[in-house]
C-alpha cells in the first residue's frame, strides 16, 4: 500500500536554531513531492516541489531550503529558524501517473 | 498570475441542513480541480477531483460541480453532520512541470447540532 510519513509531529525550537523534518512515501517510485506551510486559519502555501531526486523547484523565497537524497524522501531544513517560520507543515506527493495528491499527517512548528 | 478564491471564508450550519461552497479559478492551462476536507491540525483528504469535461462529481454527501467556461466549482453537502466541520479546500492544477497546485484559502464550515 501506499503510504506517506512525516517526522517529527511537533516540535519546539527557538529562534535560530537549525531545523529538518523529514517525509517519506512507501509503495511507490518516482513520486512528485511537495512541502507546503500552513499559517494558523490560513490556506496552503507551497514551498517546494521536486520532481525527481536532487531535483527541487522553490516557489517563494525564504530561509527554507529542501533536499531529495533518495527517491522517495524529502526534507525540508533550515540553518537558522524565525519567528515566523512557526506553522503547519505538510508533505505531499503525486504517485507516478496519478492525478491526486495526498498529504501527510503534518508537523506542526512552535519557533519561540 | 494563478489563483484561486473560495467563498464564503465561513460558514454555520445547523446539523442536517445543506450548504454550498463556491470556489472561483484563474488556472491556465487548466488541468483539473479538487476539493479537500482539512480537519482541524491534519494534511488535507482529498474528496473529489474532476478534470476538464467532467460536470460533476459526488463522494457520498459530498457533490463537486464544475463549469470549465465560466471557471467555477461548487462543493454541495447533504444533510451536514457535525463531522462535516472542516475546512474545505478548493484546488487547482495547471498543466505544467511537476503538477503545480493552486489553492484557495478554504471554506471553514462549523455544523451545529
Known amino acids: 500500500s501506499q503510504t506517506i510519513h512525516q517526522w517529527p509531529a511537533t516540535l519546539v525550537q527557538p529562534v535560530g536554531s537549525p531545523l529538518s523534518l523529514e517525509c517519506t512515501v512507501e509503495?511507490?517510485?518516482?513520486?512528485?513531492l511537495y512541502w507546503y506551510r500552513q499559517a494558523a486559519g490560513r490556506g496552503l502555501q507551497l514551498l517546494f516541489y521536486s520532481v525527481g531526486i536532487g531535483q527541487i523547484s522553490s516557489e517563494v523565497p525564504q530561509n527554507l531550503s529542501a533536499s531529495r537524497p533518495q527517491d522517495r524522501q524529502f526534507i525540508l531544513s533550515s540553518k537558522k529558524l524565525l519567528l515566523s517560520d512557526s506553522g503547519f507543515y505538510l508533505c505531499a506527493w503525486i504517485p507516478g501517473g496519478a492525478e491526486t495528491q495526498y498529504f501527510g499527517p503534518g508537523t506542526r512548528l512552535l519557533v519561540l | 498570475k494563478n489563483q484561486v478564491e473560495q467563498s464564503p471564508q465561513s460558514l454555520i450550519i445547523l446539523e442536517g441542513k445543506n450548504c454550498t461552497l463556491q470556489c472561483n479559478y484563474t488556472v491556465s492551462p487548466f488541468s483539473n480541480l479538487r476539493w479537500y476536507k482539512q480537519d482541524t491540525g491534519r494534511g488535507p483528504v482529498s474528496l473529489t477531483i474532476m478534470t476538464f469535461s467532467e460536470n460533476t462529481k459526488s463522494n457520498g454527501r459530498y457533490t463537486a460541480t464544475l463549469d470549465a467556461d465560466t471557471k467555477q466549482s461548487s462543493l454541495h453537502i447533504t444533510a451536514s453532520q457535525l463531522s462535516d466541520s472542516a475546512s474545505y479546500i478548493c484546488?487547482?492544477?495547471?498543466?505544467?512541470?511537476?503538477?503545480?497546485?493552486?489553492f484557495g484559502g478554504g471554506t471553514r464550515v462549523l455544523v451545529k447540532p
Open positions: 484546488v487547482v492544477s495547471a498543466k505544467a512541470a511537476g503538477n503545480k497546485l493552486t
Open positions: 509503495g511507490t517510485s518516482n513520486p512528485n
